[in-house]
């Protein structure tokens, strides 16, 4: 028997998220937002042919149509939406230990906080591509910081998530 799993369901959530939560979740979706409407209001003077991805050295090595930032948008958009939607129902997640009635609200709140942290680092990572494809290469910097500050969301929240279980 999987002792990591379950046996029975877990318990129901009875805290909120906290209003710093809240706010940075908003802030996440008002990113993509932001990101997705510079977009729009851009892509009619976008050459029919655009860069569509970069070396290390933020060279542009791949061209396409300018279509593909639509989709570029499109993809973000439902990321974002679904990651502050997931955000909130942190009883599904699949967490790396047992939740118990003891440590079950402690460890939501870790995991909720968790995943509202990773839709603002995706923002800087969405932004980034988006200044790379519209100013010629020039998101480099973004890029770094947003995966840096993805992997350490996924770190410090497993830290904390683990923390909270004890």
Known sequence: MNTLMPTSPRP???TTA??????LRWLGLLGALA???WILVTYPGLPETIPTHFDITGTADAWGS????LVLGGVMMLLSAGLALLSTKPRAFNY????TEHNAQAIYREGERMMVWLLLSMQLIY???VRSVLLAGDGGVLLILGMAAMLGSVVVGIVRLVRAGR
């Open 12 to 14: 129901t959530r009875t």
């Open 18 to 23: 906290g209003p710093v939560t809240r706010l």
């Open 35 to 37: 990101i997705t409407a």
């Open 66 to 69: 300018k279509t593909s930032i």
């Open 96 to 99: 790396p230990l047992v939740v």
């Open 127 to 129: 932004v980034s591509l």
